[in-house]
């Protein structure tokens, strides 16, 4: 099942080109990501399995493993992917070549998949550098200068990510027993005698290298340049899916490769735990200050996705609870608030949350799905955010590091204040518009295929936190296996 989840989107992109209608094109896509998405709800109910794909030499191998945290990754993108590429057949329906989209979107999910699957440091590097190269040509789909500018600093920052991590692999095939993922790491306690500041420096660097895709500082400019330039759809599966697999590559390094007790109380972890509660602060300040409405969400990524990597840096199974949770929600949630910037461009031609005053009259059903959605991402009970941002306040509380028990509470806190400084005033002026803007009378707002798949999303972003009580033993589990 796992090389089936890896082959189909990718032999779908195969085929893509050969057909002649657009109508059966679509079908192609559709029957895919369908197809995709009853495997991944199947899988979640299999017990952990191994595949050995082929063995470059004794020690390095291509392999496959389906375990808790694969399991976790493969659903948000397997659902995301699904409900994005039905959105899409609308949006890029006056595109001559669209099937040029879907062909790499497909390509993409294949990569990612294959990613979520990797049993070992060698495969997930393999897929990681194979996700940065299919999905640069989302970005670059336009083909406007800008498209081409935002392509190649996404293809820069990311490569140069890559190299850090590289070099940590390597280091690491020198130390550790095994390249295999283990729960606690492999490291070799002998040859490790004498080397531990070495190897505590190359995994510093491997991991801001991996943080680059998930958009931690320093490597986080691309996200603001890239997905403004991007289509929707493309921004949506970047931003919500795809960054994910940077966090994913740092939970197999951190926890599955070195060991968590190798690193805490270590300058390593403090460095980490700063350089992410900069990134939170400092792309919600970026966001909260930006005028363009996509650009807007691009710097809350850089923020948001930095939530999840605070939980999992401080080490901790409750931490790193509110880790995962936050990874599942902000997948959720800002897939669908990119939708809904795309909805709002494709029907009205605005891009600026200063032209949105008096959207609700236009577009009423987006704009709810789009408040819904804010609600979530501020933090506001019961909706999912709130339960995420919870357990991070709460492990960060109880971590017992003396500054930064107190200090990444508060800079959450203050995040979420920016988040609703940057989403609130575009649900107010949009349905309480005082002198409305110029915009076109209400419409079907893009018919179901737009409107079906952000208000599913943003359904998912009240429910996932109602249904708190049954999620969170859950994936409290799986985080006390990274111990």
């Avoid at 909260?288 to 080490?315: D, N, P, T």
Wanted: glycine fraction near 8%.
């Amino acid at each position: 099942m796992m090389l089936t989840m890896i082959l189909l989107p990718a032999l779908a992109a195969l085929v893509l080109p050969f057909l002649k209608k657009k109508q059966d094109k679509h079908r192609c896509v559709i029957l895919a990501l369908a197809l995709e998405a009853v495997l991944a709800a199947n899988a979640l109910f299999l017990p952990e399995w191994e595949l050995v794909l082929f063995s470059m030499t004794e020690s390095l191998t291509i392999a496959l493993r389906l375990d808790g945290i694969s399991k976790l990754f493969m659903t948000i993108a397997s659902f995301g992917f699904l409900l994005t590429g039905i959105y899409a057949f609308r949006y890029l329906e006056h595109e001559e070549k669209d099937d040029r989209f879907f062909c790499f979107f497909l390509l993409s999910q294949a990569a990612l998949m294959g990613m979520d699957f990797s049993r070992n440091l060698i495969t997930m590097y393999l897929f990681f550098e194979m996700i940065t190269l299919l999905s640069m040509p989302l970005v670059l789909h336009d083909r406007t200068e800008e498209a081409v500018r935002g392509a190649l600093k996404y293809l820069f920052y990311s490569v140069a990510g890559a190299f850090l991590a590289l070099g940590c692999i390597f280091f690491l095939s020198q130390y550790c027993d095994t390249l295999e993922f283990i729960p606690g790491g492999s490291l070799n306690a002998e040859k490790l005698a004498g080397h531990e500041g070495l190897i505590q420096t190359v995994v510093f660097l491997g991991v801001v290298g991996f943080g680059a895709k998930a958009g931690m500082y320093p490597l986080h400019g691309w996200l603001p340049t890239a997905h403004p330039v991007a289509p929707a759809p493309a921004s949506a599966v970047l931003s919500g899916i795809i960054a994910k697999a940077g966090v994913l590559a740092i939970i197999r390094v951190i926890y599955f490769s070195v060991g968590a007790e190798f690193l805490r109380g270590t300058w390593v972890q403090q460095t980490w735990i700063g350089l992410a509660l900069l990134t939170v602060f400092m792309g919600s300040m970026m966001a909260y200050r930006e005028r363009v409405f996509k650009k807007r969400l691009a710097y809350s990524s850089v923020s948001q996705i930095s939530y999840a990597l605070v939980g999992l840096f401080f080490l901790t199974p409750e931490s790193a609870l509110g880790g995962l949770l936050h990874v599942l929600f902000h997948a959720t949630i800002k897939v669908c608030l990119f939708l809904v910037a795309g909805s709002i461009i494709h029907n009205t031609g605005k891009h600026n949350v200063d032209e949105f005053t008096g959207l609700g009259k236009a577009m009423p059903k987006t704009l709810w799905g789009f408040t819904l959605a804010a609600l979530a991402l501020i933090g506001i009970p019961p909706a999912s955010g709130f339960v995420s941002k919870w357990y991070l306040a709460l492990g960060a509380l109880d971590s017992g590091m003396t500054v930064y028990s107190w200090l990444a509470p508060v800079v959450l806190l203050i995040s979420a204040l920016l988040t609703a400084g940057y989403l609130l005033p575009i649900t107010v002026s949009g349905f309480f518009p005082g002198k409305a803007a110029s915009l076109p009378q209400k419409n079907d707002e893009g018919g179901w295929t737009m409107v079906g798949p952000i208000w599913i999303l943003a359904g998912l972003t009240l429910l996932l936190g109602l249904a708190a009580g049954e999620l969170v033993p859950m994936l409290e589990k799986l985080a006390v296996s990274l111990f």
